[in-house]
């Protein structure tokens, strides 16, 4: 009985067909092993997935021809081309719209991406590639660059297309950045020219920056006094104040420039003119006329000799400054409106204190009087009693005795004596009053009581 290999070929057992061995013969030599040598077919895919087989016969089968042509629609993404498990190279040719993964059952495989052609081989086990190593390879027209090459046949041209520019050609020791980046190198040291840093503080350091906002760095000393100007191409200039006032659009003076818009705003005591300044000019400010308040050290008057306390003042007016330090129109509070001593001609006594008895003329401020001079205390030494006239006093009127008509008395001819340890006022030679030496004084209306004494 009939075995069968790998790729499919009949296998006939010793003295097996006797008559027709020659038909099995041409069928394994003329299709089944020219299909595995030279042949090829169309594989053609409708959005899926495809996968091949090998049956028991030796008549014709895709899965052992030597080419698979890819045909069909992808459906948009990339298929798979599923091959039986056995050893054979493939040259597969992708004709679809999309990549397409020829692999066994169990293998990951090799992509073959749209319009192009591959030559791989199924090692029993997964398809990989059929070579990686070539000792030379001559190509009719330039591999292209996203295939790899570099899509031309000359250096410069090479170049052109790789992006390289003129620094593939500088020498070593002379080149010439002109544009570009570079990343993933060694912070270059600061005595090749770099910062020997990767971050900016750290170079600020490296480089010797001052610590005024952690940016500048100290510069030599000009021979006078400069500013600098940050130019567009990364230099710095030293400008004089002139170049630099007219750099940055300041006018040609220190004085004077030009601006957008400048208004200015006072008070209603105050007047501006010149403002808004738009271009240039001069603001200017002088008194309205209008009263300055006193709440801005003003009077609130426009008047040169008074303040009017009736528009201007609030409050009550300080006895201090001349008021009553009270809101009535009917009085004054001595109590709490009024300080220091209060004159004899407004009613006090012009004195702080009290004591003995006081003395004065009605005028100039009253005094405490002295013991023995100016009175007889009662009770103590008494002296020489004095005798004098009395003016501007006005006296009751008493009784000349028990029985007589009352009598006015004048302000002449009063005295006053010592009648033990009590003092006797007498007017015409009548006692009228009585001081004693407890401090009480009493009228007498009957002067018989005390005799002529």
Known sequence: MSTYSNLKLELMETGQNATTWGNVTNL????????????????????????????????????????LRCTGTTGGSTRNLVVPSIEKPYIVQNDCADSIVIKTSAGTGITVPAGKTMWV????????????HLTSLTLGTPLAVLQGGTGSNT?????????????????????????????????????????????????????????????LFIITNPSAVTFPRFNA???????????????????????????????????????????????????????????????????GSTSTTYCSLTTNVTGTLPVGN????????????????????LPVGNGGTGATTLTGVLKGNGTSALSAATAGTDYVAPGGALGTPSSGTLTNCTFPTL???????????????????????DLIFKYNGTNIAKLSSTGAFTAIDNVTAYGSA
């Open 121 to 132: 081989y199924n090692n029993g086990t997964d398809v990989v590639d059929a070579t990686t």
């Open 155 to 215: 250096a410069s041209g090479a170049r052109t297309n790789l992006g390289l520019g003129t620094i593939s050609t500088q020498n070593s020791n002379a080149v010439t950045i002109t544009g570009g980046s570079i990343t993933g190198i060694t912070d270059l040291a600061v005595a090749d020219g770099g910062t020997g840093a990767s971050t900016a503080a750290d170079a600020r350091t490296n480089l010797g920056a001052t610590t005024l906002g952690g940016n």
């Open 233 to 299: 191409d990364n230099t710095v200039s030293a400008l004089n104040a002139t170049d630099f006032r007219t750099a940055i659009g300041a006018g040609t003076s220190s004085t004077t420039g030009t601006v957008t818009s400048v208004a200015m705003s006072v008070p209603t005591f105050l007047s501006v003119t010149g403002s808004p300044i738009t271009g240039s000019g001069t603001l200017a400010v002088t008194l309205s006329g209008t009263a300055l308040p006193i709440a801005n050290g003003g009077t």
């Open 322 to 341: 001349g008021g009553t330090g009270s809101t009535s129109t009917t009085y004054c509070s001595l109590t709490t409106n009024v300080t220091g001593t």
């Open 28 to 67: 394994n030599l003329g299709t089944a092993l020219e299909e595995a040598i030279v042949g090829s077919d169309n594989v053609t895919f409708a959005s899926a997935n495809i996968t091949l087989t090998l049956t028991n016969t030796n008549t014709s089968q895709t899965a052992r021809n030597m080419r």
């Open 399 to 421: 009784n000349q005795n028990t029985t007589g008509s009352a009598a006015s008395l004048s302000t002449t001819n009063f005295s006053i004596v010592q009648s033990g340890t």
